[in-house]
């Protein structure tokens, strides 16, 4: 199946510092349907960088169908439909991958290191 990769940015300065109390909800359910994504098999890794600065994102790896279904997936992210992230759509191909990457990250519905609903994915 063909994969895809979607990078999503704050759409607002100083989101990462000081969110709202609806940003942080929104980023609750954003982290849910990633989860209930990985769960289906769509969603391969999702992710996002530690630097707190204007450069910072993050990533999900997924397959979908055809470039159409990608979108629609991507476009119904509730952090990316809400605004609180702009997105941005990629084909990709997975070239290598390490045997440890499934060892690295913490099962699907595992607790988290912020409960608050915050960047933690």
């Given at each position: 199946?063909?994969?895809?990769?979607?990078?999503?940015?704050?759409?607002r300065p100083g989101f990462l510092s000081a969110p709202t109390a609806d940003e942080t909800a929104i980023v609750?359910?954003?982290?849910?349907?990633?989860?209930?994504?990985?769960r289906q098999a769509v969603v391969l890794l999702a992710g996002r960088t530690l630097n707190e600065d204007a450069s910072t994102f993050g990533i999900v790896l997924f397959q979908a169908s055809s470039e159409g279904d990608a979108a629609l997936?991507?476009?119904?992210?509730?952090?990316?439909?809400?605004?609180?992230?702009?997105?941005?759509?990629?084909?990709?191909?997975?070239?290598?991958?390490?045997?440890?990457?499934?060892?690295?990250?913490?099962?699907?519905g595992a607790p988290r290191a912020q409960e608050d609903g915050t960047l933690s994915t």
């Open positions: 199946m063909p994969q895809f990769l979607y990078r999503v940015r704050p759409a609750g359910e954003h982290f849910r349907y990633l989860e209930e994504l990985t997936i991507m476009r119904r992210d509730p952090a990316v439909r809400a605004g609180v992230f702009s997105a941005e759509l990629f084909p990709y191909r997975i070239a290598l991958a390490s045997p440890r990457l499934l060892d690295l990250a913490p099962p699907v």
